[in-house]
């Protein structure tokens, strides 16, 4: 993004042109010596498939600091594990593979569902959840990283961009998270730009400002997939599991880590990924889904900091959220017409209608239960309650990729 200021409370790290990029790796490579870094990467078998994951894992292949990637496969059958166990063999470095639908990790999830620890419903959020156990279990990680697996623009220095402050010992950050822009032919990120940022500001607004607040709106990107954080910060980490992941996860590293340990660090000049549907119509799929988990996810944990939270705020709140969504339309129109960019501005006033009935939706959620916070037990609790099931999950995985 080219500048080079200090805003909010999070500290900025900037990508200040590419000289920096050979040195920061040369010395991770030192670093990685000592300190032990796994890259996560969730992905279903469908994406799997696509280009952007094959591209990927050829690129990692570029890489000589990272411990061991695990990639958490989710909707795949018995022949689709096989096919991925098959081609992994071709790169040359470590790889592991979580198949989700395995039977044995099955009875594994059946037994926490028994003894009633949620663990979220099947998708990204419970496959995240598993490989940081994982990782934990396997007691070969001393940073965590994950990113998405379906990055079209990606690079290996996103990944070392995304680390180095947290292997860095000289810099002491405990969690990284990565920022960047979004566009192609046109500005991307909607949920982010028309309705994350104007909720933040709208609950700044007719709450007179909070410290998580603050803490939320000095984030460039909130809901980027990409991030890195200490492995004793993930064991005591409660991780959502539905589409409120990235700022329960923001939210449990402000509850668990000092301010001034959190950074967030630009990746590329340039991010692009598949674009999810923004499914007007259907508040159950798409993007009108994110939005719904997403601010009832805000809420929740506004309430538990304090914050009331009652039915004639929201009221106020919806109004306040409409009114700087619309300016920010004008803001983002200006933005692409002086970089020459494809702006629909009906296309953006869809998005911000669909945005504020998730918002609704997502405040008749909270009214009927504040205290329903979709999230996984930290692994210190399953531990506690199970002592040997990070072993038990290991030797699956374990006999599975053999």
């Not at 790169?91 to 099955?106: A, D, G, M, N, S």
């Not at 967030?264 to 889904?289: F, I, M, T, W």
């Not at 002086?338 to 918002?359: G, K, P, Q």
Request: charged share 25%; with cysteine.
């Amino acid at each position: 993004m080219a500048d080079i200021y200090q805003t909010g409370v999070i500290t900025t790290l900037h990508l200040l042109g590419d000289k920096g990029t050979r040195v920061i790796e040369e010395e991770l490579e030192k670093y990685s010596r000592k300190i032990r870094t796994s890259l996560l990467i969730p992905a279903t078998y469908a994406d799997y498939q696509k280009p952007a994951m094959k591209n990927i894992m050829s690129l990692l292949s570029e890489v000589n600091y990272i411990n061991q990637v695990l990639i958490v496969l989710g909707k795949a059958r018995e022949e689709d594990f096989l096919k991925v166990k098959r081609e992994i063999r071709e790169y040359p470095y470590r790889i592991t593979v979580l198949w989700l639908e395995h039977p044995q990790v099955k009875m594994l999830i059946k037994e926490l569902e028994d003894a009633d620890l949620y663990v979220g419903p099947d998708g990204k959020g419970r496959a995240v959840w598993f490989g940081v156990g994982l990782l934990l279990g396997q007691g070969e990680t001393d940073v965590i990283a994950l990113h998405d697996s379906d990055i079209l623009t990606y690079s290996h220095t996103m990944l070392s961009r995304l680390i180095y402050p947290v292997v860095n010992p000289h810099i002491g950050f405990e969690f990284s998270k990565g920022f960047y822009a979004r566009f192609s032919h046109k500005i991307h990120g909607r949920v982010t730009r028309l309705f994350l940022i104007p909720l933040v500001r709208a609950l700044k607004t007719i709450t007179g400002g909070h410290p998580f607040l603050d803490y939320l709106d000095s984030f460039r990107y909130p809901l980027a997939g990409e991030f890195a954080m200490k492995a004793d910060l993930a064991r005591v980490i409660r991780i959502p599991g539905d589409w409120g992941l990235e700022v329960g996860i923001l939210s449990e590293v402000y509850r668990n880590v000092a301010i001034k340990r959190i950074v967030q660090v630009e990746l590329c000049q340039r991010y692009d990924h598949k674009h999810q549907p923004l499914s007007k119509e259907d508040p159950n799929a798409g993007l009108h889904k994110m939005a719904v988990d997403i601010a009832v996810n805000l809420l929740r944990n506004l309430s538990a900091r304090g914050v009331i939270v009652n039915e004639g705020r929201l009221l106020t709140l919806r109004t306040t959220y409409l009114r700087i969504a619309e300016d920010m339309i004008a803001r983002f129109h200006a933005d692409a017409m002086i970089n020459a960019l494809e702006f629909d501005r009906h296309e953006e006033e869809l998005a911000v209608e669909t945005f504020a009935n998730a918002l609704r939706i997502a405040c008749e959620q909270f009214l009927e239960d504040p205290l329903a916070i979709p999230l996984t037990p930290n692994w210190s609790r399953i531990t506690s309650v199970f002592p040997d099931y990070l072993d038990r999950l290991m030797k699956a995985v374990v006999e599975a990729n053999n």
